[in-house]
């Protein structure tokens, strides 16, 4: 498992943004954006950066 961010901004029927950023862990990254467009299925959902963060040693 790899611990994957996603940030994304969500845009709302008003067209008020949300910008978020989500952590998960999970074997592959196509798998984690799909549960954030699934997550936030009411919202117009753009990605605007998915992939393994990275950690400081720890």
Do not use: P, Q
């Amino acid at each position: 498992m790899n611990r994957y961010t996603v940030n994304f901004i969500c845009r709302d029927k008003n067209g008020h943004d949300v910008i978020r950023s989500e952590e998960f862990f999970w074997s592959r990254v196509d798998e984690v954006v799909e549960m954030v467009k699934l997550e936030w299925a009411g919202w117009d959902v753009e990605i605007l950066w998915a992939g393994i963060r990275l950690n400081d040693g720890v």
